[in-house]
T-cell receptor, first 115, second 113 residues
Framework: GAVVSQHPSWVICKSGTSVKIECRSL??????MFWYRQFPKQSLMLMAT?????????EQGVEKDKFLINHASLTLSTLTVTSAHPEDSSFYIC???????????FGSGTRLTVV | AQSVTQLGSHVSVSEGALVLLRCNYS??????LFWYVQYPNQGLQLLLK??????LVKGINGFEAEFKKSETSFHLTKPSAHMSDAAEYFC???????????FGTGTRLTVIP
């Protein structure tokens, strides 16, 4: 079945530094990928929708200059948390949409801790 | 507008008992509906999905769900709970032409030995 690889699984960084998270669709082409943030014991909050070759669409309240999204190919989207602060600590999950099967496949998530 | 409501943020069942997790949707057009499971510190794994074919959908790990238009429901069931079923379960909805999924608030399933 469809597989989405997300790396890293966890990362600890210092305040003020930037962190890049990668999301790859391994066996299908994903023209659209999604980035979610999940707080403890809560549901997924959609941050942005990235479309291959175009600018990402951010949800209301999500700072696009802080959460940079790049979707340069049909199999790779990246989320860069710039100038990270402790309040950015969270679980980030990507998802890729397979238009052929109308499926949404999720990555395994990235636990970001900013110290 | 689309949304899903999951009744019961926590559900506890005994091992071997019936699992019933409730999901009601709101959609102005025929929906596509999904159930996902999430284990701690992991992503979401698809259990099953309804995409306008058979109303009774069978998924992985013995789970199934029935789409009931008259009740706007898509409840998830499993005849006999296993300890390994303990996890967080999310119902989600989308529709033809839409892009992203809309998630419910999730239901934490606890299985009591």
């Amino acid at each position: 079945g469809a597989v989405v690889s997300q790396h890293p699984s966890w990362v600890i960084c210092k305040s003020g530094t930037s962190v890049k998270i990668e999301c790859r669709s391994l066996d299908f082409q994903a023209t659209t990928m999604f980035w979610y943030r999940q707080f403890p014991k809560q549901s997924l909050m959609l941050m942005a929708t990235s479309n291959e070759g175009s600018k990402a669409t951010y949800e209301q309240g999500v700072e696009k200059d802080k959460f940079l999204i790049n979707h340069a190919s049909l199999t790779l989207s990246t989320l860069t948390v710039t100038s990270a602060h402790p309040e950015d600590s969270s679980f980030y999950i990507c998802s890729a949409r397979d238009v052929l099967s109308y499926g949404y496949t999720f990555g395994s998530g990235t636990r970001l801790t900013v110290v | 507008a689309q949304s899903v409501t999951q009744l019961g943020s926590h559900v506890s069942v005994s091992e071997g008992a019936l699992v019933l997790l409730r999901c009601n949707y709101s959609s102005s057009v025929p929906p596509y509906l999904f159930w996902y499971v999430q284990y701690p510190n992991q992503g979401l794994q698809l259990l099953l999905k309804y995409t306008s074919a058979a109303t009774l959908v069978k998924g992985i790990n013995g789970f199934e769900a029935e789409f009931k238009k008259s009740e706007t429901s898509f409840h998830l069931t499993k005849p006999s709970a296993h300890m390994s079923d303990a996890a967080e379960y999310f119902c989600a909805v989308t529709q033809t032409g839409a892009n992203n999924l809309f998630f419910g608030t999730g239901t934490r399933l606890t299985v009591i030995p």
